[in-house]
């Protein structure tokens, strides 16, 4: 049901500059989405850190005579995405991905001798595949600057404020983190006590059967490594047995709920950021180079069972077009 893509970026093209020196393009690489790959948008995610980054108070820490009180209001949060090389020398080499989260607001303090003042911060955010799960990285920054609305008398209030600014930044990548952590599943509505009483149910001793179908029967794979694909549904390691959260409802799709219920852990085998979004490749084909995962397995019994609505959660087509990355320099 699903063929698998891949991403070229192509070298060796003569352009010419209007304006100055002809540029080369040089270099050429292929990132391989796989068979089985979800897309997730910059924006999803975005909501997640833009909804953490929120109005607060704190006390300015001068000297032990004089420490006012100020409360922090954000008036504009916006974030934008980016693609770039990690070493534009090394053609071939690995992509890097993120966005870049600027923040803007006031600062009122509760003091006739200090003005109230306007900040400004900034932090650049990578975001790679570790342990099978996309995280998050400070990359740049963080960066904050803040300026007086007037001469404004005192600087350490400045300075804590920076601080706050700085922290807010900073968390902004656990609050992501987390939420990899705990929405990267996918929840079957079976109520649950255990993961070994999920690894166990009737759901996912079918899922397991079918994947061994498919790997075995249907694409000849090796007896040995169709096995590993059924135990990896049948593994208590690979399910959790908790509520569906808020949040993972508004990341996947999901239904939240308030009772604990069965949910198949997923873990991608390669990340390929995009402009505008990122890839977590499930399953990248039958090569005996493909890790084993839960994931992986999940895939092959959606296809051996035919279930095109589930696969089209599970693995996102993708796009139309050809998305190109370029490294030039001027001749």
């Not at 690489?29 to 089985?36: D, I, K, L, P, S």
């Not at 709920?257 to 402009?275: E, F, I, K, W, Y």
């Amino acid at each position: 049901m699903h063929d698998g893509g891949q991403q070229t970026y192509y070298a060796g093209l003569a352009l010419l500059n209007v304006n100055g020196p002809p540029t080369s393009v040089r270099g050429m690489f292929e990132r391989v989405h796989g068979e089985c790959a979800l897309w997730v948008g910059w924006s999803e995610l975005l909501d997640v850190v833009l909804a953490g980054i929120k109005n607060s108070s704190g006390e300015a820490d001068c000297n032990e005579f004089f420490c006012p009180d100020y409360d922090t209001k954000f008036t504009d949060r916006v974030a934008r995405s980016y693609l770039r090389q990690s070493n534009p020398s090394q053609i071939g080499g690995p992509g890097r991905g993120g966005f870049g989260l600027h923040i803007r607001g006031n600062v009122e303090f509760d003091s006739p001798v200090i003005d109230d003042l306007t900040f400004y911060g900034r932090a650049l955010y990578d975001v790679t595949l570790q342990e099978g799960l996309p995280y998050f990285s400070v990359s740049g920054g963080p960066w904050s600057d803040t300026w007086n609305s007037s001469s404004g008398p005192a600087k350490c209030p400045h300075t804590d404020v920076q601080n706050s600014v700085k922290t807010k930044l900073n968390e902004a990548t656990g609050q992501l983190n987390t939420a990899m952590r705990e929405c990267a599943a996918v929840p079957i509505n079976l109520p649950c006590d255990t993961a070994e009483a999920c690894a166990m149910s009737f759901p996912a001793v079918a899922l397991a059967s079918a994947a061994f179908n498919e790997a075995f029967t249907v694409r000849g794979l090796p007896e040995n490594r169709a096995e590993r694909f059924r135990d990896a549904l049948t593994s208590p390691s690979n399910w959790t047995c908790a509520p569906v959260a808020a949040n993972c409802a508004a990341l996947t799709g999901a239904e939240a709920t308030q009772d604990p219920v069965c949910q198949l852990n997923l873990r991608a085998t390669d990340l390929v950021p995009m402009p505008d979004a990122f890839s977590l490749v499930w399953y990248a084909g039958d090569s005996s180079r493909s890790q084993v995962t839960a994931a992986a397995a999940l895939y092959l019994a959606l296809q051996n069972q035919q279930q095109a609505a589930q696969l089209e959660r599970l693995c996102t087509p993708l796009p139309a077009t050809t998305l190109r990355s370029f490294v030039r320099r001027a001749k």
